[in-house]
Structure formats: structure tokens, C-alpha cells
């Protein structure tokens, strides 16, 4: 391929994902296919001559989109978002066509600078402290593993990472029995284990860790000899949308000392609105640690994770490595791959530098707090069905329910809903028993698209019960 045939072919890929943005509401939300159906229409070796780009691009749409599942469909209500903006997608044509690998200051100046820039206006967003400093991160799974190795380093003096663990004793790791998996896997990983990792019952209407039960938890692991090293804290669970009491478990952790990490990977986007964070951030700002993903709820295209750091010697004394190939001469820069796990970095920055002109913090906030509202008039439909019941009422925009019947029927419902293909729900759990998710925040959906869940889950109902 040419540069006239690139700039063809790019043309023809532009029209084609603004008619596949346009009539995503006429395809089902989920892929409707059954294991091994792609895979057995390619072929089982590769190609020795060249294809023409308009073969690949014809088997691109008659084999691999009907394998597709529709993140971007406005009646897209599982899991959390991974929305994508059009002006977030712009601007990673521009990267990926750049292709610049932006590990250093001096392989990319502008790349680190843009991004130094828009941390802060994403700190000023979230009405967060003028000493928080961050880095962007490719998912919250990075920045937490980021964390808790801090978390290690610090309690083992730095030594850590050169000596191993072995000697080390017991270091723990309080959180809520709501956080996600990725603080599990942060602990395997981190080489803390499992059973290190201290998960405090959730309770209340915001499923909230007990800071009594916290303090009594970390007392315990000291007189059994043990060595407390942090704590997690959440802002809107995966589950039902958990949300601590941040000043309560704040003032445990720094009675003992312990470094801090809030994940608000989902609902740290809708603290951009004042009064959202009014109730639910108090005491944020003491937190060493916080990261929210930009390419949630905020219409940042996957991925593009900001973790900010109140004070970032720790993370850089537990994660910079330095070898004379990657040293930088003459005046002091950023250098963000010394901030991170990984070496290589991609332009994260550009895309939240164009999302954010775009629309401006006005017409983020009114996206968010839309579709909070639509979530919580929603809620208040199916709780109207009979029989049906609201196991978690709207934290944010998410809340579950269970239809009549027993934990099978509940999973049948779902999978029902779901190979109807009109709107995508998941299941989850909740005090050991099945519940079905309901969760808005796609970047362009409208009220019609949400009320939509009411009809399809009364259509169902009727049908499998």
C-alpha cells in the first residue's frame, strides 16, 4: 500500500464508521453468535501473495462484525461504558497516524507536555487539590498495581525490589468486600497474596466499609505480628456502585500510618458536577493515590486511565529504573515511563486535550447527570412490575433488580434479554443471591434509549415465565 491508497482507503474506513455510528440502534447489542462460528469461516494459514484492501474490508464486515459486540450502542447497559466520543476518535486517527512511541521527554516533548497539561485540568475538573500531580495510565488495573506495589515498597523500606519479599513477614492490604477484581489480582501480582489482602463487609445504602471494623481489622494484624502497608478505598463499586466513606476510612488509614489509594475507575468521571462530589468525595484530597478512567463515563476512547498522586516520590522511588540508554541530558523533564509499570507509552493525552474543547465541562456534566436521572426514573418503572424487586437502589447510574423466581430464573431472564438482542444487561451478586444490572451511561444514549429496558424486560418477562 501507497500513501494515495492510505489516504483512499482511510477516506472509505471514515464514511463507513460514521454509517456504522449512525444505524447502530438498527444492530443487536450483543454479538449474536455461537464459539468457533468466526474463526471457522477464516482461513487456517496466512496469505503468501498480497490481497486487495477491498477483500479485507468485505470480509471485515461479512465475518468479523456480526462477531461484535456494540460498546458504543446507546442501549448498551452492561458492565460499565467504554465510550468513545467522535472527537476522542479523531484524535487517535492523528496518533495512531503520528505513531510516535512516547516513553521519554526527548522521544516525544510534546506528548508529555500535553499530558502533564491535561492532568491538571482534570484535576482542577474534579476539584481536587493544586498538589496532586498524575500520570495517565492505560487502565485502573495499571494504576491500582501501580499503587499497591508502592504500598509494598514503602512498608518494606525500598527493599523490595531488590532483595524479594522473603523475610518480609505478612503485608496487608485493607479494602471493601466490593472493590473489583483487578485489587485481587493487584495482590497476586504484587506478590502480597491473596489471603493479605483484609476485605472489610460493605454495608449501609453505599455498601460502605465500617472504619470500626477497619481500625479493629489493622489492630488484629499487629498484634498477630503482621504488617499493615494500605488501604483501598472505592468510589462507585463494580457490583452496585459501593461507595466508603472516604474521610471515615482516611482517618484509620493515617492513624497507622498506612499509604492510600482510592479506585474511582467508573464514578470518579461524575465528580466533574460539584454537587455529586459534594457527596460523595469528602476527604479525597488526603488520599496518596486516586484513579478514575476518562474512558468510561466520560467519552474518552479505551484507553486512557489518569491516576494522580498527591505526592509522586513513592511510586517513582518504587517503579524508576534508570539504565544510561534512557537518560535523559541537559535540562530537568517528565519523563512519565519512570511513573508507570510500562516502558513504551502512546499519546494518551491528545484525545481527552480534544474531548475536553469539544464539549467542554458544561456539556460533559450534562451528559452524567442525565443519565443519573434517567437511571434513577428508570429504576422507579421496574420496580412498578409486578413481582419485581429492587435489590440495590441508584448509586449514580447503576442499580439492579430480580424478577420473580429463583437465582436460575434470574440468570434466564437475563440471557433472554440479552439473545433479544434490543438492549445488553448483566448479572451480578449481591448478599449470595443473583441480581441483573442496570447500568446508563453510553455516551449518546437519550431518555428513549433507557426507558427502552422497562418495555424489553416486560416483553421478556411475559415470554419466559
Known sequence: ???????????????????????LRQRPVRAQTVPGA??????????????????????FEDIVMPGMTHWQHPRFFAYFPANAAPPSMLAEQLVNTVAAQCMLWQTSPAATEVEGLMIDWMRQALGLDAGFTGVIQDSASSATLSAVLTMRERATG?????AGLSGKGHLRIYCSDQVHSSIDRAAWVAGIGQDNLVKIAGTGPRYAMDAGALDRAIRADLDAGHTPAGLIAITGGTGVGACDDLAAVLRVALAHGLYTHL??????????????RAKFWRGVDGFDSIVFNPHKWLGAQFDCSIQFLRDAAPQLNT???EPEYLKTSGDVVTNYSEWTIPLGRRFRALKLWFLIRAYGLEGLQARIRNHINWAEELCEKLRALPGFEITSEPIFSLFSFRCPGDDAMQQ????AINDDGRIYLTQGA???RR?????????DCTREDVMMVKTVVRDIWEKVQ
Open 1 to 23: 500500500m501507497d500513501w494515495d491508497d492510505f489516504s483512499l482507503w482511510s477516506k472509505r474506513i471514515a464514511d463507513w464508521g460514521a454509517q456504522y455510528h449512525k444505524t
Open 38 to 59: 468466526i474463526a471457522a469461516q477464516l482461513p487456517g494459514g496466512p496469505p503468501v501473495k498480497p490481497e486487495p484492501m477491498a477483500d479485507i474490508l468485505s470480509d
Open 158 to 162: 525500598y527493599t523490595g525490589n531488590r
Open 263 to 276: 479506585d474511582a475507575a467508573w464514578a470518579g468521571s461524575a465528580m466533574i458536577c460539584p454537587e455529586i
Open 319 to 321: 517503579l524508576k529504573i
Open 412 to 415: 434466564r431472564l437475563v440471557d
Open 430 to 432: 449481591l448478599a449470595g
Open 435 to 443: 441480581i441483573i444490572r442496570v447500568q446508563v451511561g453510553q455516551f
